[in-house]
């Protein structure tokens, strides 16, 4: 019933991993209002509040409040990283664009489509995995190239569904190519 998502480069070996995501299952099989349940990936906060408008997303660090279901905390937020655990109806009307290389804006795309499909996202508390780091010989030698691209500018993903500003608390961090660069403020 549930699709995991994560990445190639995580340690799914540590023995917390497992645990971490049976609390992901029991929050979904609890509460199916939420679509994902998501863990941190080196205890790193990535968790984002997600604005909409006509043509734009604005994003800051946050939260919409803390939950507890069968002695597992919770957070209800919009958008987390890329270990998730995802309700396999969430893919009957919102799609992952696989046809888009890494850094094309699939990632936050995604998450826009599950908040405007009215799903809720959250952050379960004790899932969480770690990146292998130091051993390089695991990896294609293009896997940095691949990882750098998603720092470059233009995201067809996007551009796709009407977006034309990806707005941060810094300002716009994506525009589409007829945009002026937006900051938050402006939006409002």
């Not at 069968?70 to 046809?99: A, C, G, H, M, P």
């Not at 998450?111 to 010989?137: M, Y």
């Not at 896997?143 to 995201?155: F, S």
Request: proline share 5%; with cysteine; hydrophobic share 35%.
């Amino acid at each position: 019933p549930y699709v995991l998502i994560g990445s190639d480069d995580f340690d799914f070996s540590a023995p917390n991993v497992r645990k971490g995501i049976e609390r992901m299952v029991t929050v979904l099989d609890q509460v199916p209002q939420i679509g994902v349940a998501s863990g941190r990936v080196n205890d790193k906060p990535y968790e984002l509040l997600l604005e909409l408008g006509p043509d734009w997303v604005k994003a800051k660090p946050g939260y919409r409040g803390s939950k507890r279901v069968k002695e597992i905390d919770y957070q209800l937020t919009d958008l987390t990283v890329n270990y998730s655990l995802i309700r396999r109806e969430v893919f009957e009307t919102v799609r992952w664009d696989d046809d888009v290389k890494i850094g094309g804006g699939e990632h936050g795309a995604f998450f826009v489509d599950v908040k405007r499909a009215g799903w809720k996202v959250a952050l379960v508390s004790g899932a969480s995995i770690k990146e292998l780091v130091g051993n390089a010989t695991w990896r294609h030698s293009d896997y940095l190239a691949m990882r750098g691209r998603a720092r470059e500018p233009g995201r067809p993903c996007y551009l796709r569904r009407g977006i034309n500003h990806f707005i941060t608390s810094s300002g716009c961090e994506m525009h589409g190519p007829d945009c002026t660069a937006l900051t938050a403020e402006a939006v409002h």
